[in-house]
């Protein structure tokens, strides 16, 4: 069964203090890797996909990359503004179902000024 | 673009009621998913349309649980009888196939007494 795990549940970051986010996963083939970022009473946010290991995907202070068993969102020098929840997500390539994420629980950041 | 549409925002119904929930997605997007959001158990998918075609409904936690989609631009969650461990954030997402990042909408926030 496709599993993924986000660390840290919780991260409490000053601004300007860069740091890393974990989404490490167990799939069977993986079709895609998807951060979205999710704002409180708001749906996800589409941020990236990466389809293969040693990918990298920028935009403005963050930066995603994946690995054959894990990817990292990098926040560099972040704002208030980036505080938000993170969301990870697998997709299966072994599965018809093509439209089934399997997401992880979230990494909820928060940038003091 | 006005993004994915949910309908109602919130609902609070008493247990035994139905609850139909409501999604526009995104005009030219010609797939439609399902998801729910709880603490205990995060994203999960219900149910996804392709061409308004119902592909993967294993999701659908229970027969009490039922979807359409009529036509390309309308779809319905529909819950009858609710029951209070229903009490989740329900998320309709939309795409084009194959690929492509799911955009979600607000969310409908549900709450069964």
């Known amino acids: 069964e496709d599993q993924v795990t986000q660390s840290p549940e919780a991260l409490r970051l000053q601004e300007g203090e860069s740091s890393s986010l974990n989404c490490s996963y167990t799939?069977?083939?993986?079709?895609?890797l998807f951060w979205y970022r999710q704002d409180p009473g708001k749906g996800p946010e589409f941020l990236f996909t990466?389809?293969?290991a040693g990918e990298e995907k920028e935009k403005e202070r963050l930066k995603a990359t994946l690995t054959k068993k894990e990817s990292f969102l990098h926040i560099t020098a972040p704002k208030p503004e980036d505080s938000a929840t993170y969301l990870c997500?697998?997709?299966?390539?072994?599965?018809?179902?093509?439209?089934?994420?399997?997401f992880g629980a979230g990494t909820q950041v928060v940038v003091t000024p | 673009d006005a993004g994915v549409i949910q309908s109602p925002r919130h609902e609070v119904t008493e247990m035994g009621q139905e609850v139909t929930l409501r999604c526009k997605p995104i005009?030219?997007?010609?797939?439609l998913f399902w998801y729910r959001q709880t603490m205990m158990r995060g994203l999960e998918l219900l149910i996804y349309?392709?061409?308004?075609?119902?592909?993967?409904d294993s999701g659908m936690p229970e027969d009490r649980f039922s979807a359409k989609m009529p036509n390309a631009s309308f779809s319905t969650l529909k819950i009858q009888p609710s029951e209070p461990r229903d009490s989740a954030v329900y998320f309709c997402?939309?795409?084009?196939?194959?690929?492509?990042?799911?955009?979600f909408g607000n969310g409908t926030r549900l709450t069964v007494t």
């Open positions: 349309f392709n061409n308004n075609v119902p592909i993967d």
């Open positions: 990466l389809y293969s």
């Open positions: 997402a939309s795409s084009i196939i194959s690929n492509s990042p799911l955009h």
């Open positions: 005009s030219g997007h010609n797939s």
């Open positions: 997500a697998v997709q299966d390539r072994t599965t018809d179902s093509w439209g089934k994420l399997q």
């Open positions: 799939v069977s083939g993986l079709r895609g």
